[in-house]
């Protein structure tokens, strides 16, 4: 199941974006809880982040950020993560599944999303997915905790 994030997720997110498995492929360097909360309020406020459960516990989280004017068909993927402790057990890509049907019934035709080259394990879900390799982007994302860059492999789905 997906649904929007509120205000009661914030510990779940907190700990997903801040988990030493997940933060270095996710956007926000490692915080404290009292200097992620406006960022949690703002993600809050531009309701693009979603929650996925199965069976009423919390497994994951995603970005759906839809884009605009002669790019409305599109949107990108970002922020996703599964739980740590829910890992290896099917759920990325029953996951992404489901937000290619959802994304599908909110009219979007493209689904684009970018991961570290380094991070085989994404790349390998977003393919098994039917997402397709389109590119490299050189340097794109700053580690500023270690100053390493990282290459990301751009892909996307399209209907």
Do not use: C
Not at 4 to 23: A, G, S
């Amino acid at each position: 199941m997906i649904r929007k994030i509120e205000n009661q997720d914030y510990e779940f997110i907190f700990n997903l974006y801040m988990h030493p498995d997940t933060n270095p492929y996710l956007m926000y360097e490692v915080m404290a809880k009292d200097a992620f909360l406006p960022i949690y309020q703002d993600l809050l406020q531009r309701d693009i982040v979603y929650v996925y459960s199965d069976e009423g516990k919390d497994i994951g989280m995603f970005k759906l950020v839809p884009l605009t004017y002669r790019s409305s068909h599109v949107a990108y993927l970002g922020g996703l993560a599964v739980h740590p402790s829910s890992a290896g057990k099917g759920y990325g890509f029953k996951m992404m599944q489901e937000i290619v049907v959802f994304a599908q019934k909110k009219g979007f035709l493209r689904i684009e999303l970018s991961t570290a080259v380094t991070n085989e394990k994404a790349v390998h879900l977003y393919t098994k997915a039917g997402f397709e390799k389109e590119g490299i982007l050189k340097k794109y994302t700053h580690l500023k905790s270690g100053n390493i860059f990282l290459d990301e492999v751009m892909m996307a789905w399209v209907i």
